[in-house]
């Protein structure tokens, strides 16, 4: 071998392990960093004319476990909707509030219910039968309290949807764009490892809006397709439709058409969970809109409705016409519900009769004689105030609401209602739980297959000793140089 061959070699060693330094260097100062692969230095033997003219450097790879990386994005999805939902059903049992929790609708009925009792042991009181009309108050502002909070939900869910659809239309635009910028940089021969990371963190992004899976086309290229089966991107990015509202009121629902639904190129999908777009946060603002809040809503509205039943009835009032108010009313009118709609939204104008009300014009006498008395009675007689006692307390099957069909006091029913939006927080919390574990796991995998600093510094070692040992060869070739030289 030439001294010129000799040194050609060295050269191209140097260049290799000076290229590779480079390479270690940055997976160990990236090894933390969300999206980044792993680079690996493709090397081979470089010969000229059937003789090794050194080391020539292939390229750049960069190394990504594409199956953990797949189910870390779904589990990233699912992870992201539990904890949506279970936020919401955390809220509304919040809402309702707990047994011996300040201000809980349960112990609202049963003050109402104690009310009644230490007026009709002084039925000649006004304090005591103002402490009836309090109570009744109190009952009904939690139930408009409940009434706000779900709607406000829905509120809220329906415009994180439409942030969310604008942020999912926008990203996949920019991995559209990245598809182009990777092409024409491995057209020019160019390195396009950081664009392939910077893309990786955008789809990321999306599988937590909507759970997807990534698949590879040819010259690095990636097509997006959800669980569902939709189509995001494959060669254009698709265009997601969604408007929303503003203002919700309890009547409004996506059936009725008075809520915006999702659409994928201008053709309506549907918006719940299993559906093509589901899954994910955007699934889960949906949900919440649709499914969970009205459910909550419903239970409310049918414990009001047991609630203004029981109170307007004649057999509670005899002073009562035939479809006039009682104690509780829907606006400052009777409850006559013609259609089961006529329900929807009870709890949110649920409101003490005005002529019990002092401050609305009323008396609190008509209390103990009877909402329908055009005069004061004995004031000494309760046995009007005991009649409104015993219809809370009596048991009595629900007109409406998911319940099992078996008779219920009103503070009966309130603990029913409260027992299943907690039995379904409990259920929310325990997938929450699961899914919070199981995105755990995978993170920790896709990390340990990820950049291993030991491995890195073990590569670096023998870079140094390739380097080393080509830089004494151009020593040696340099000293038989300036010898020849010198003769």
Excluded: C
């Amino acid at each position: 071998m030439s001294l010129s061959s000799t040194l050609a070699n060295a050269l191209s060693g140097l260049g290799a392990a000076s290229r590779g330094a480079e390479v270690v260097s940055a997976n160990v100062a990236n090894a933390r960093t969300p999206g980044y692969g792993r680079r690996e230095l493709g090397l081979s033997a470089l010969s000229i004319g059937g003789q090794g003219a050194g080391v020539r450097i292939d390229g750049i790879t960069r190394s990504v476990n594409r199956a953990i990386l797949g189910d870390r994005r779904l589990a990233d999805a699912a992870a992201a909707n539990a904890d949506a939902r279970t936020a919401f059903l955390s809220a509304a049992e919040g809402a309702f509030g707990t047994p011996g929790s300040p201000g809980a609708l349960g112990d609202r009925i049963a003050a109402l219910s104690t009310a009644l009792l230490q007026a009709a042991s002084r039925p000649d009181s006004e304090p005591r039968l103002q402490g009836v009309l309090t109570a009744a108050t109190d009952i009904a502002a939690k139930l408009k309290d409940i009434t706000t909070t779900v709607q406000q939900a829905r509120m809220d869910a329906d415009a994180q949807a439409g942030a969310l659809v604008k942020e999912l239309n926008t990203t996949l635009g920019q991995v559209d764009k990245l598809n182009a910028d990777i092409l024409t940089e491995r057209a020019s021969g160019r390195d396009a490892a950081a664009l392939m990371d910077q893309r990786q963190r955008l789809v990321d992004r999306i599988s937590q809006i909507v759970p997807v899976r990534e698949m590879a086309r040819d010259h690095d290229q990636i097509a997006l397709f959800t669980t569902g089966g939709a189509i995001l991107l494959e060669g254009n990015p698709a265009q997601i439709g969604f408007s929303p509202v503003g203002v919700i009121t309890p009547d409004m629902t996506l059936a009725s058409g008075a809520l915006s639904g999702l659409t994928i190129n201008g053709q309506p999908v549907q918006t719940t969970d299993g559906s093509v777009l589901g899954g994910g946060l955007l699934g889960a603002a949906l949900a919440v809109r649709d499914e969970l809040a009205p459910a909550v809503q419903a239970q409310a509205d049918a414990l009001a409705r047991n609630l203004v039943e029981r109170v307007q009835s004649p057999t509670t009032d005899p002073t009562l016409a035939t479809g006039a108010a009682g104690l509780l009313t829907d606006g400052g009118n009777a409850f006559l519900p013609a259609q089961p709609l006529d329900e929807v939204g009870l709890a949110g104008r649920l409101t003490v009769n005005a002529a019990a009300d002092p401050g609305q014009g009323g008396a609190l006498w008509r209390i103990r004689d009877g909402l329908g008395a055009a005069t004061p009675g004995d004031s000494g007689q309760a046995a009007q105030i005991l009649r409104l006692q015993d219809a809370l307390d009596a048991s009595r099957v629900p007109a409406s609401g998911p319940f099992i069909g078996a008779a219920r006091s009103a503070a009966g029913l309130a603990s029913d209602v409260l027992s299943q939006i907690a039995s379904d927080r409990l259920a929310a919390d325990a997938r929450q739980a699961f899914t919070a574990a199981r995105q755990t796991s995978l993170s920790d995998l896709e990390k340990q297959d990820g950049v291993d600093t030991d491995a890195e510094l073990q590569s670096l070692i023998s870079i140094e000793h390739a380097y080393s040992a080509n830089a004494r060869v151009l020593k040696t070739v340099d000293d038989l140089m300036q010898q020849l030289l010198g003769i």
